[in-house]
Structures are given as C-alpha cells and as structure tokens.
C-alpha cells in the first residue's frame, strides 16, 4: 500500500484538511489512510475515496508514510501518539494539530531524534479560508516541511514561526479568533435588531460587512488603521461609534485580555 499520509483523526478539522488535500490534488485518495474510531467520521472520510481503519493496529505491516498528521485534541494525544511509536524511524515525519501540546511533549514519547511538526489551524480551514502556522523542530527535513507547508496551503495562508513558544500566542489570536468574530457578528446583529431593523436583515448586514471589510483589508496596500480613517469623516456617523469603541481604548483593553486568558489556557492544556 503505497500511503504517503496517514490522518488519525477526523473529525471537523481533519476533515476538513482532508478534503482540502484531495480537492487540490496534491495527493489523491490512494495516497492517504485516515485512522478514526468513530463509525460516521469514518464512513464520511471513506466517501472520498480514501483508505480508513480504525486504529493504529489496523495500519498494514508495510505501510512507510511520508507524513502522519495528528488531528486529536490535546487531551488525548499523548496516548494516541503512543500507538504511532513504530512509525519514529525518522522516516516518517510527524504533524500535531492539538493546541497546548508541544514538540518537545511528543519526542518524549516518539523519541528525541523523531522529525516532529505542530499547527494551529482555525476552522475556515473547513473552506480553504482557514490561517494554518507551523512550526517544526530542528530534525525536520527542508524537503519533508515543505511537503507539510504545501499540504497546509491547501486549507488557508500558512505562516512559519521559528519560536515554538510563540504557540501559545498563536492560538490565542488565530486560533480561537474566528470565535471572537462570530460572536461580534452576533452582537452586531443584535444592535442592528435593537435599532428596528428585521433579524434576517440584520444579520445579513452583520455577516457580509465583516466580510467586506475583512476582504478589503486583505487586498489593499493600506494598514487596517488608515482603512478606518478612510471611513471615518470628523463628527459623522462613524466618528460618534469609533469614540464609544475606541474611548479609554475600550475595545482594545477588551481584546487584549480575551487574547491573553486564551494564550493561558493554551499554556495550561500544555501542562495537563
């Protein structure tokens, strides 16, 4: 069985790589085997066509991937890496996706020598919007991260930290982050809503101006700060919401603590 990526797990996120790496064809079906216990997860991989199991045992004697991706929570890796220790011939390069759980963790597990990456991807990755960050240790070949970015690419931008203690950081801003817009599209609904207009209307104005403006950003040559002065005109509409937002740096100061009780918690899930 000629497998170059073994997927264990696969669930939202596993998935959703999962289709982004078909979908692009930078492997196909007979290129990846996914390891999922649960039946409906693993029926739902075996619809794309590709190989599935349900353990580590259940991975044929032969089988040498170029890559196993790690796509469990945090709280289980440990002992799910654990099944994989046969495949730490340095060979086989090895991707966490699970937050908190550093390499350093998994080389006591794999062994010191074993070529180990992580990721922090967000869910937009489930439609190849997502911001994958990745960092490798010093036993990861050129050849061998570069498949792994090339493969990353396929379910959003990638960006490369040399730092794995910036991690943490990581997760907090991107990580979590799609969580901090959505629920700012919620509250923007909810005022628009409190300010007469219909719900279906509302959240339509919420959903797709936090789209725009997203968009906007990303494709202009301008920084998001002169965008917004762009936008705003002295004593206008604007003006008048930027000073409750920005007074006492208001939304700043809110932001910042809500990055940093998640960089903490992604700390702590390091050292459960």
């Known amino acids: 069985m000629a497998i170059k990526v073994v997927l264990v797990g696969c669930g939202n996120m596993g998935y959703a790589m999962l289709a982004g790496w078909l979908k692009s064809g930078h492997l196909k079906p007979a290129d990846v085997l996914v390891i999922e216990p649960a039946d409906a997860l693993r029926e739902r991989a075996a619809m794309l066509g590709v190989s599935t199991g349900t353990s580590a045992d259940t991975i044929p004697s032969q089988t040498s991937p170029q890559l196993i991706v790690l796509a469990v929570k945090p709280q289980v890796i440990r002992t ?94 991107s990580g979590s982050g799609p969580a901090y817009v959505f629920h700012f599209i919620e509250c923007l609904t909810d005022a628009g809503v409190s300010a007469g207009l219909p719900l279906e209307t ?62 903490l918690r992604s700390e702590e899930l390091g050292r459960d």
């Open 80 to 173: 799910v890496a654990t099944g994989y220790k046969r495949f730490a011939d340095g060979a086989t390069i090895f991707l966490s996706v699970a937050a908190g759980t550093s390499t350093a963790a998994l080389s006591q597990i794999l062994g010191d020598t074993t070529p180990i990456a992580r990721c922090m991807p967000n869910t937009p990755a489930a439609i190849g919007k997502g911001m994958m960050v990745v960092y490798a240790n010093a036993h990861v070949p050129e050849a061998g991260f570069d498949f792994v970015k090339t493969l990353l690419a396929t379910s959003g931008a990638v960006a490369e930290i040399d730092d794995e203690g910036l991690m943490d950081a990581v997760t907090a801003v």
């Open 202 to 263: 509302s959240k339509l104005l919420a959903m797709q101006t936090v789209f725009g403006a997203a968009s906007l950003a990303a494709e202009s040559s301008e920084e998001p700060g002169r965008l917004r002065e762009q936008v705003t005109s002295p004593n206008g509409t604007t003006d008048a919401a930027l000073n409750v937002l920005m007074g006492d740096e208001r939304l700043k100061k809110l932001i910042g603590e809500a990055v940093e009780a998640a960089r």
